[in-house]
């Protein structure tokens, strides 16, 4: 168990819906980082967060969206979907004071299925 | 541009075997090289890392991994295989901005490993 939970677990949906899933980092972490896995583009970085404030921006589609609240807990947002989209979405946390690249915790993922 | 390639997609190794798993980055600066492994159904959990000093690494689950230079490389090892190593494994290369704390991860399309009895 890393210490970061990711809900819900599994979703499934309409092409044209809009999804939102949650991540609770690991207790004190201050960084979240949102992946995207499928299986033809691999993993891919989307987003991170750092104590609230965006801090890098990766593949991420101007239909999706993320922020990170007081709690520090995250979301990230799905819209417009479409079949495409469908893919495992992992969210990472890593401690505070890091500015190399660290080791990433990561949840289980949620694995969004549109249809 | 920064870049992880692990040309191996699938392999199949007996139980006992040795294993290499092969992973080649593209990155200007020092790399900062990771590990990971994912088990059906989990999240990806690191095997091990490089930042600097020792070029040869040890990890958990008696994985190791060693960096070279010169070929820009970074090969996890392992004398012998388990059944329970079965999963998928990813190279990462680690990009930094140090004016602003952000780092992330760029991952290669990963390594599924098979274990015959």
């Known amino acids: 168990d890393s210490g970061v939970t ?25 960084s979240v980082y949102w992946y995207q896995q499928s299986l033809d583009q691999g993993l891919q970085f989307l987003i991170q967060y750092y104590n609230g404030e965006e801090r890098a921006k990766g593949n991420i589609l101007e239909r999706f969206s993320a922020q990170q609240f007081p709690d520090l807990h995250s979301e990230l947002n799905l819209s417009s979907l479409e079949l495409g989209d469908s ?26 299925t549109v249809l | 541009a920064q870049s992880v390639t692990q040309p191996d997609i699938h392999i199949t190794v007996s139980e006992g075997a040795s294993l290499e798993l092969r992973c080649n980055y593209s990155y200007g600066a020092t790399p ?25 690494v040890q990890g958990i689950k008696g994985f190791e991994a060693e960096f070279k230079r010169s070929q820009s490389s970074f090969n996890l090892r392992k004398p012998s295989v388990h059944w329970s190593d079965a999963a998928e494994y990813f190279c990462a290369v680690g990009v930094s901005d140090y004016g ?17 009895p």
Do not use: M
């Open chain 1, 87 to 112: 893919a495992l979405y992992f969210c990472a946390s890593s401690p505070p004071g890091y500015y190399l690249p660290g080791e990433l915790f990561f949840g289980e993922g949620s694995r969004l």
């Open chain 2, 100 to 116: 602003g704390a952000t780092n992330k991860l760029i991952f290669g399309t990963g390594t599924l490993l098979a274990v015959q």
């Open chain 2, 32 to 56: 900062y090289l990771f590990w990971y492994v994912q088990s059906p159904g989990q999240g990806l959990q690191l095997l091990l890392k490089y930042f600097s000093g020792d070029t040869l």
């Open chain 1, 6 to 30: 990711q809900t819900p677990k599994h979703l499934i949906t309409a092409t044209g819906q809009r999804v939102t899933l949650r991540c609770s980092p690991r207790s004190g972490d201050l």
